[in-house]
T-cell receptor, first 117, second 112 residues
């Protein structure tokens, strides 16, 4: 079974530029997550999708970050304009489903390492 | 302030030693997961614990969920160089719908 795919793996941009990351979840997984992992910290959830709808985006800095999952499969995360503090690894994860009575395992992709100079 | 505090942050030990990593919070979690992350990769799930007081074993790794479901520990017996990595705990708060809050991680290095 193919895992979660992410691209690019590395990206270096200057501050105030824009950048986009792509994620293809495991086939059949309805739920998709984007996390930000700053060096030396644990991942922080940015946004959770169920199919093409947003379940939670309370920690997404909406003035500069946006994400979409238009067809309910792959997803893009965009930053515009980037700031120095956005330097981090952006992880995408997927799970079969989500629910309040059962925890569904999340499978993570390898991440995109973003450096903002 | 992190909702989940992990300790220690760093641990460097010799092969064959035992170690314990702690994950503490003042909040109650409906489930708690432990992950291991290697450089350049995403976290990989090791175990999920859901019941207060639950103990799970995975070869040389023993995981315990606190009685009050606020804390957890990971114990490794006879550590090996292959255990080197970043260990992360993550909790799902009650009725959070699969949303995880991660701790800051414990970076373990096991020297041969």
């Amino acid at each position: 079974e193919a895992g979660v795919a992410q691209s690019p793996r590395y990206k270096i941009i200057e501050k105030r530029q824009s950048v986009a990351f792509w994620c293809n979840p495991i086939s059949g997984h309805a739920t998709l997550y984007w996390y930000q992992q700053i060096l030396g910290q644990g991942p922080k959830l940015l946004i959770q999708f169920q199919n093409n709808g947003v379940v939670d985006d309370s920690q997404l800095p909406k003035d500069r970050f946006s994400a979409e999952r238009l067809k309910g499969v792959d997803s893009t995360l965009k930053i515009q304009p980037a700031k120095l503090e956005d330097s981090a690894v952006y992880l995408c994860a997927s799970s079969l489903d989500w629910g309040r009575a059962h925890f569904y395992e999340q499978y993570f992709g390898p991440g995109t390492r973003l450096t903002v100079t | 302030t992190q909702l989940l505090e992990q300790s220690p942050q760093f641990l460097s030990i010799q092969e064959g030693e035992n170690l314990t990593v702690y994950c503490n919070s003042s909040s109650v979690f409906s489930s708690l997961q432990w992950y291991r992350q290697e450089p350049g990769e995403g976290p990989v799930l090791l175990v999920t614990v859901v019941t207060g007081g639950e103990v799970k074993k995975l070869k040389r790794l023993t995981f315990q969920f606190g009685d009050a479901r606020k804390d957890s520990s990971l114990h490794i017996t006879a550590a090996q160089p292959g255990d080197t990595g970043l260990y992360l705990c993550a909790g799902e708060r009650n009725n959070a719908g699969n949303m995880l809050t991660f701790g800051g991680g414990t970076r373990l290095m096991v020297k041969p």
